[in-house]
């Protein structure tokens, strides 16, 4: 990849999911319906673009990706709650640091989270998002038409859908010989697994697990996701959602 094309989305994306070795860049993938040619084709150089966010470009082919956020607590036009809870803890850790470290070498916060995740706000805030998004899919598909000279009809367009809930979606599975925690994707739900097959406009998504660091590819067929299914023995359970409290540790150095 070339690193002098790579900034914003793609280049925060590469930082957080990527790892290095010999000079090149690899992710922790899971792939449903997605051949290994294809997968080189959509993860493959990253370029940073203007809508949609990064192109990649294999082979000779172009494919446009868009990416989006989205969590499982309650949103408003002014965003996630988790996030506008998260920027006000930082506030008052930091002042609260500041206090102690008047009279003490060391200071110790703890917090938490007001807003509760829940299945409801996951669900609602993942298909706005991506209505929004999809909405634009001609626009995308033209931008990347008049940069490379081809035919809108021949770039696909994947969605990266970074689920940013604190510490994760999960689902606690029975179905296995022991039971556990797996994570969770929107595509468990049926009216989300509909959205998604109805929207023939899209090549696939990729699920990008913020929390673990995981990017899973999803081609956009009922095969796919049955696939996804079956690997995490999902059959129904409801989500699981951790209840995190935050714990910031400072200690001053001596100047």
């Given at each position: 990849?070339e690193q002098?094309?790579?900034?914003?989305e793609?280049?925060?994306?590469?930082?957080?999911?990527s790892?290095?070795?010999?000079?090149?860049?690899?992710?922790?993938?899971?792939?449903?319906?997605?051949?290994?040619?294809?997968?080189k084709?959509?993860?493959?150089?990253?370029?940073?673009?203007?809508?949609?966010?990064?192109?990649?470009?294999?082979?000779?082919?172009?494919?446009?990706?868009?990416?989006?956020?989205y969590?499982?607590?309650?949103?408003?036009?002014?965003?996630?709650?988790?996030?506008?809870?998260?920027?006000?803890?930082?506030?008052?850790?930091?002042?609260?640091?500041?206090?102690?470290?008047?009279?003490?070498?060391?200071?110790?916060?703890?917090?938490?989270?007001?807003?509760?995740?829940?299945?409801?706000?996951?669900?609602a805030?993942?298909?706005?998002?991506?209505a929004?998004?999809?909405?634009?899919?001609?626009?995308?598909?033209?931008?990347?038409?008049?940069?490379?000279?081809?035919?809108?009809?021949n770039?696909?367009?994947?969605f990266?859908?970074?689920?940013?809930?604190m510490?994760?979606?999960?689902?606690?599975?029975?179905?296995?010989?022991?039971?556990g925690?797996?994570?969770a994707?929107?595509?468990?739900?049926?009216?989300?697994?509909?959205?998604?097959l109805?929207?023939?406009?899209?090549e696939?998504?990729?699920?990008?697990?913020?929390?673990n660091?995981?990017?899973?590819?999803?081609?956009?067929?009922?095969?796919?996701?049955?696939?996804?299914k079956?690997?995490?023995?999902?059959?129904?359970?409801?989500?699981?959602?951790?209840?995190?409290?935050?714990?910031?540790?400072a200690?001053?150095?001596?100047?």
């Amino acid at each position: 990849m070339e690193q002098n094309s790579i900034h914003s989305e793609s280049k925060r994306i590469l930082k957080h999911y990527s790892f290095h070795k010999d000079n090149n860049f690899f992710f922790n993938i899971t792939a449903f319906g997605v051949s290994i040619e294809k997968r080189k084709a959509v993860l493959r150089e990253w370029h940073s673009f203007e809508r949609p966010d990064i192109y990649s470009k294999y082979n000779g082919n172009i494919h446009g990706l868009e990416h989006f956020e989205y969590d499982a607590h309650s949103c408003s036009k002014k965003g996630s709650l988790q996030r506008r809870e998260n920027i006000k803890i930082k506030c008052s850790v930091e002042k609260e640091i500041r206090e102690k470290f008047k009279t003490q070498n060391s200071a110790t916060s703890f917090r938490e989270l007001n807003s509760k995740a829940n299945e409801n706000d996951y669900k609602a805030n993942f298909i706005s998002s991506f209505a929004k998004h999809y909405s634009k899919i001609d626009e995308y598909k033209n931008h990347l038409s008049k940069e490379f000279g081809i035919n809108s009809k021949n770039i696909p367009i994947w969605f990266i859908a970074e689920d940013m809930t604190m510490l994760g979606s999960h689902f606690i599975c029975h179905n296995k010989s022991e039971q556990g925690i797996e994570p969770a994707f929107p595509l468990f739900f049926p009216e989300i697994e509909e959205l998604f097959l109805k929207s023939e406009k899209l090549e696939g998504i990729i699920f990008a697990d913020n929390c673990n660091k995981i990017l899973t590819l999803v081609k956009r067929n009922k095969h796919a996701i049955k696939l996804l299914k079956n690997h995490y023995h999902y059959f129904g359970e409801p989500l699981f959602f951790f209840e995190p409290k935050i714990a910031n540790i400072a200690i001053k150095i001596p100047t």
